[in-house]
């Protein structure tokens, strides 16, 4: 009978002693790596500010075209795609910039451009592109010519002189 009970305590002891040590490695993988989230955070608003930032310029360069093709390189791709994205809920016209590029080479583009929206699910009557200025607010020009006299102040109090010339 002795036998039998210090058995059973000692079963009691091991199965208590492996519970424990499986809370232990369970609290272990429910730790927060605090590093790691921050860095998910900050990761995350800078994706959305450079989305926005996209969808208010809504404009492609050549730069976003592998050099001397029609063909999109990775920074075109994903431009794009935030446009698509964008456009299929708020109509509203893509600048394809020209840039220096030779007349036949851009039109290559435009209709690159044209059926990756058309693919992306943008209705032909709402895709509009067009070369011009890239879109956004940009900056009122009296500012510009007050952030202008104020560099130049700056410059002169420290030895240098600027000339502003409009």
Do not use: W
Request: proline share 2%; with cysteine; glycine share 8%.
């Amino acid at each position: 009978m002795k036998l039998k009970r210090m058995f059973v305590l000692s079963l009691i002891v091991a199965v208590s002693l492996s519970l424990c040590g499986c809370q232990e490695e369970q609290a272990d993988t429910n730790t927060l790596d605090t590093d790691a989230v921050n860095k998910k955070i900050v990761d995350t608003y800078s994706d959305l500010a450079i989305q926005n930032a996209i969808i208010a310029q809504h404009t492609l360069y050549p730069y976003h075209f592998v050099n001397n093709s029609a063909q999109l390189n990775g920074l075109g791709e994903r431009d794009l795609t935030v446009l698509v994205q964008h456009f299929q809920d708020n109509p509203g016209q893509l600048i394809l910039q020209q840039g220096g590029t030779e007349s036949l080479l851009y039109q290559s583009r435009a209709q690159t451009i044209y059926e990756k929206l058309l693919v992306g699910g943008i209705p032909d009557e709402k895709i509009r592109i067009a070369d011009g200025a890239p879109g956004g607010d940009g900056i009122a020009s009296n500012a510009i010519i007050e952030i202008l006299a104020t560099e130049k102040t700056t410059d002169m109090s420290q030895g240098f002189d600027m000339e502003v010339a409009f």
